[in-house]
Each structure stands twice: as structure tokens, then as C-alpha cells.
């Protein structure tokens, strides 16, 4: 499986706020079980990109 274009306009959009706010993006995953992308931004802040574009912080 593949990230939707969905998922793959979300990531863009947070990496661009990420950016805009000098933070550090540490790791990003796509897990193929779920069909999520996975972001770790900083040491505390986790997101997923679930396959139609809504972004989950946790």
C-alpha cells in the first residue's frame, strides 16, 4: 500500500506548519497495517494521518 493523496496533501500542510513554527520533525512512518502515516514532531507531539486526510494528535 501507498499513502493517499489525501494523506500525502495533509503531510505537506503539516510540515509546513511544523516548519513555520522551527520545530523539528523526528521521525515520519507510513505503517501499512493501519494505512497511517505516523509523525513525531519534536519528542512529545505525535500525529496520524489517517487515509482521508484527518490528522490525529495524540
Do not use: H, W, Y
Amino acid at each position: 500500500m501507498e499513502p493517499t493523496i489525501d494523506q500525502l496533501k495533509a503531510f505537506f500542510r503539516l510540515c509546513v506548519r511544523t516548519s513555520n513554527l522551527l520545530r523539528n520533525i523526528e521521525l515520519v512512518r507510513f505503517d501499512q497495517r493501519t494505512n497511517r502515516i505516523v509523525v513525531l514532531i519534536g519528542e512529545t507531539i505525535q500525529i496520524e494521518i489517517l487515509s482521508n486526510g484527518e490528522e490525529i494528535i495524540g
